[in-house]
C-alpha cells in the first residue's frame, strides 16, 4: 500500500520560502511509471497543479509557469522523499498543499493521480 506522508510549517511569513516534504512509503519515488506532484487549493478556489517530478534514468522536473519561477522540487533517494519550494510567498500562496502520484500524460487530470498525501494546511501571514 502506497502512502503519502506530508511534513511542512503551517505558517510561513511573506517574502520567505516554503518548504514542504512528502515522504513516500510502499512505492519507490525513482520508478519510471509515475510521476510526483505537489498541488494547492487555494481557500475557496479549485486545484492548481504546481510541479511534477518524474524518473527515467534521470531525475525530471516540470513546473507550471504560473508560479513565475518561484517553484523547486527536488527528491532525496536515499529517504524517498521530495520536496516543494515556492520563494517569495505572499498571502495570495495561502492554501492547502497537496503531494500526489499521478500517471499519464497531463498534469491537472485529477483522475491520473492514485495517491495523494493528506495535505498540509499553509497560511502565509506576518
Known amino acids: 500500500q502506497v502512502q503519502l506522508q506530508q511534513s511542512g510549517p503551517g505558517l510561513v511569513k511573506p517574502s520567505q520560502t516554503l518548504s514542504l516534504t512528502c515522504t513516500v512509503s510502499?512505492?519507490?519515488?525513482?520508478?519510471?511509471?509515475?510521476?510526483w506532484s505537489w498541488i494547492r487549493q487555494p481557500p475557496g478556489k479549485g486545484r492548481e497543479w504546481m510541479g511534477a517530478m518524474s524518473y527515467s534514468g534521470n531525475t525530471y522536473t516540470y513546473y507550471n509557469s504560473s508560479f513565475k519561477s518561484r517553484t523547486s522540487i527536488s527528491r532525496d533517494t536515499t529517504k524517498n522523499q521530495f520536496t516543494l519550494q515556492l520563494s517569495s510567498v505572499t498571502p495570495e500562496d495561502t492554501a492547502v498543499y497537496y503531494c500526489?502520484?499521478?500517471?499519464?500524460?497531463?498534469?491537472?487530470?485529477?483522475?491520473?493521480?492514485?495517491?495523494w498525501g493528506p495535505g498540509t494546511q499553509v497560511t502565509v501571514s506576518s
Open positions: 500526489a502520484r499521478g500517471r499519464g500524460s497531463r498534469w491537472d487530470d485529477w483522475s491520473a493521480y492514485d495517491y
Open positions: 510502499g512505492g519507490s519515488i525513482t520508478t519510471n511509471v509515475y510521476f
